[in-house]
Nanobody, 122 residues
Framework: QVQLVESGGGLVQAGGSLRLSCAAS????????MAWFRQAPTKEREFVAA???????TRYADSVKGRFTISSANRNTVYLQMNSLKPEDTAVYYC????????????????WGQGAQVTVSS
């Protein structure tokens, strides 16, 4: 059974940092792209960042470029380092996996975690 489990969310002041982790299990993800999406209250889920295993390719949403860094380790863990956080980064963050290349549409991701709440206070 495939599982993606997020951890590391929480409450932080604006300008602070958090690191999210996503532990993947249940299959071999070596040929998958791993991504982070987020969904704020009353808004649609949006792409944040994605990486291929080994870190050979990454992609970021314009809103997080230069502040967030996605990375992978041991072919079963994906991280999202979030620096210089802003109140508008407040959302539930989801880890997702899709076969093949990086894509930014959530409809193309096959597996999803349960989500981790990130709250940034002003």
């Amino acid at each position: 059974q495939v599982q993606l489990v997020e951890s590391g969310g929480g409450l932080v002041q604006a300008g602070g940092s958090l690191r999210l982790s996503c532990a993947a299990s249940g299959r071999t993800f070596g040929t998958y792209a791993m991504a982070w999406f987020r969904q704020a209250p009353t808004k649609e889920r949006e792409f944040v960042a994605a990486v291929t295993w080994g870190g050979f390719s990454t992609r970021y949403a314009d809103s997080v470029k230069g502040r967030f860094t996605i990375s992978s380790a041991n072919r079963n863990t994906v991280y999202l380092q979030m620096n210089s956080l802003k109140p508008e980064d407040t959302a539930v963050y989801y880890c997702a996996a899709a076969p093949g290349a990086i894509r930014t549409s959530d409809t193309e991701y096959q597996y999803w975690g349960q989500g981790a709440q990130v709250t940034v206070s002003s």
